[in-house]
């Protein structure tokens, strides 16, 4: 089992940057590919961000390509989202998912472990 926990949410004017964690334990972070979901109010789920174990390859949404860079520190089993040029769009429960094995993957289904989320809001 693998537990996830976020951290880094707030609230933000427009323009403004965030970033965000996601502290994992349980098992060693090793060999997990990570992503970055996050989900507004009235809306489905979507992705945002992902990276491979190694962190060698990461992958963007569109909506995100340019503003968003995702990291990970496997030696502190941690995972980085930096948001930059935050809009209000942006507004949404950000959300971290792992699962063990390789490749970048941008389906819900493709990730067994979540965390609970942290709010970001982004004020204009």
């Known amino acids: 089992q693998v537990q996830l926990v976020e951290s880094g949410g707030g609230l933000v004017q427009a323009g403004g940057s965030l970033r965000l964690s996601c502290a994992a334990s349980g098992r060693t972070f090793t060999n997990y590919r990570t992503a970055w979901f996050r989900q507004a109010p009235g809306k489905e789920r979507e992705f945002v961000a992902a990276i491979r174990w190694t962190g060698g390859g990461t992958d963007y949404a569109d909506s995100m390509k340019g503003r968003a860079t995702i990291s990970r520190d496997n030696a502190k089993n941690t995972v980085y989202l930096q948001m930059n040029s935050l809009k209000p769009e942006d507004t949404a429960v950000y959300y971290c998912?792992?699962?063990?094995?390789?490749?970048?993957?941008?389906?819900?289904?493709?990730?067994?472990?979540w965390g609970q989320g942290t709010q970001v809001t982004v004020s204009s």
């Open positions: 998912a792992a699962r063990y094995g390789f490749g970048l993957r941008s389906r819900l289904d493709d990730y067994d472990y």
